[in-house]
Antibody, heavy 122, light 108 residues
Framework: EVRLVQSGAEVKKPGESLRISCRGSGYSFTTYWIGWVRQMPGKGLEWMGIIYPGDSDAKYSPSFQGQVTISADKSLSTAYLQWSSLKASDTAMYYC???????????????WGQGTMVTVSS | EIVLTQSPGTLSLSPGERATLSCRASQSVSSSYLAWYQQKPGQAPRLLIYRASSRATGIPDRFSGSGSGTDFTLTISRLEPEDFAVYYCQQYGSSPLTFGGGTKVEIK
């Protein structure tokens, strides 16, 4: 079974750093892009960026460029989303998701992680 | 960046009725790379339609997608109780990939 399993909920203070993870299983992790999607409380979906674990090529939405870093460790079949200095406005659910076709960035997300809730509050 | 505008914001219908959801793009979506997702409270989104009109694996045939260029439609032919949810369109033809703001289908 193809799965993406994300790390658990986090509660952080403003200014703290954070890295959340997304582990893929049941498929060739290095040959599918993995994307990250933000959903702020009560709001819609926002595409943040995407990474190809095979060579760590990462692309970002202009809205998130410089605000987060997307990385991957292919030896662990895990992708990461990290912040160096969190803000209250980073409070949201974060999903990782995988496109349906091997090696294609431009494809719909057919596999989703369960989501990681990040709460940033003083 | 392609902006997707979904309408209406909320659709109030009864089970058995037909639902028609619209997604309009600010510029043409390349190769009809347009997807529709369903999201229920507390759940991750689920892919319904890709390439504007192809149903994803396991999606019932009451869901259908149509359109090209800048205008796309998701139709649910007869609403089942489990179809009441929020629906999002997404274009994946141009970077950055973008989502529409969503349409909530609620029980009337």
């Amino acid at each position: 079974e193809v799965r993406l399993v994300q790390s658990g909920a986090e509660v952080k203070k403003p200014g703290e750093s954070l890295r959340i993870s997304c582990r893929g299983s049941g498929y060739s992790f290095t040959t599918y892009w993995i994307g990250w999607v933000r959903q702020m409380p009560g709001k819609g979906l926002e595409w943040m960026g995407i990474i190809y674990p095979g060579d760590s090529d990462a692309k970002y939405s202009p809205s998130f460029q410089g605000q987060v870093t997307i990385s991957a460790d292919k030896s662990l079949s895990t992708a990461y989303l990290q912040w160096s200095s969190l803000k209250a406005s980073d409070t949201a659910m974060y999903y990782c998701a995988r496109p349906g076709e091997r090696r294609r960035l431009n494809d719909a997300f057919d596999i989703w992680g369960q989501g990681t809730m990040v709460t940033v509050s003083s | 960046e392609i902006v997707l505008t979904q309408s209406p914001g909320t659709l109030s219908l009864s089970p058995g009725e037909r639902a028609t959801l619209s997604c309009r793009a600010s510029q043409s979506v390349s190769s009809s790379y347009l997807a529709w997702y369903q999201q229920k409270p507390g759940q991750a989104p689920r892919l319904l339609i890709y390439r504007a009109s192809s149903r994803a694996t396991g999606i019932p045939d009451r869901f259908s997608g149509s359109g090209s260029g800048t205008d796309f439609t998701l139709t649910i032919s007869r609403l089942e109780p489990e179809d009441f949810a929020v629906y999002y369109c997404q274009q994946y033809g141009s970077s950055p990939l973008t989502f529409g703001g969503g349409t909530k289908v609620e029980i009337k």
